[in-house]
């Protein structure tokens, strides 16, 4: 990794990185500068030790480190947004046509003195049969 004339760092890697000589997965190297307040475009390259032989280079950015590492927050945001925007949109917003009256039901008042209670009778004891 290089920008211009002032910065030079190595990414690491091991020969288990390399997938059939058509893919490599390495570790970047952190910035120079760890206090990154905005995205830096840096170029980076391969380089083969055999020959020293440079590979073309391609473009690679360094963003900033932020508390929101897995940008939640900005999903949130976007989350709630698609949601008022899907809300102002839907046709369920609620009932076009005021809902009818309830009903109401008949329910017997149990506690009306108006219904006699039948008296009670006393229990009858009836003797075994097997003595």
Not at 57 to 86: A, C, V
Not at 122 to 129: A, E, K, Q
């Amino acid at each position: 990794y290089f920008t211009g004339p002032g910065w030079e760092a190595r990414g690491s890697f091991s020969q288990a990185d390399v997938h059939r000589q058509v893919a490599i997965v390495f570790r970047t190297p952190p910035y120079a500068d760890p206090g990154l307040q905005a995205p830096v475009r840096v170029s980076m390259q391969l380089r083969r030790p055999s020959d020293r032989e440079l590979s073309e280079p391609m473009e690679f950015q360094y963003l900033p480190d932020t508390d929101d590492r897995h940008r939640i927050e900005e999903k949130r945001k976007r989350t709630y947004e698609t949601f008022k925007s899907i809300m102002k949109k839907s046709p369920f917003n609620g009932p076009t046509d005021p809902r009818p009256p309830t009903r109401r039901i008949a329910v017997p008042n149990r506690g009306s003195a108006s219904i006699p209670k039948p008296a009670p009778q006393p229990y009858s004891f009836t003797p075994s049969l097997s003595t």
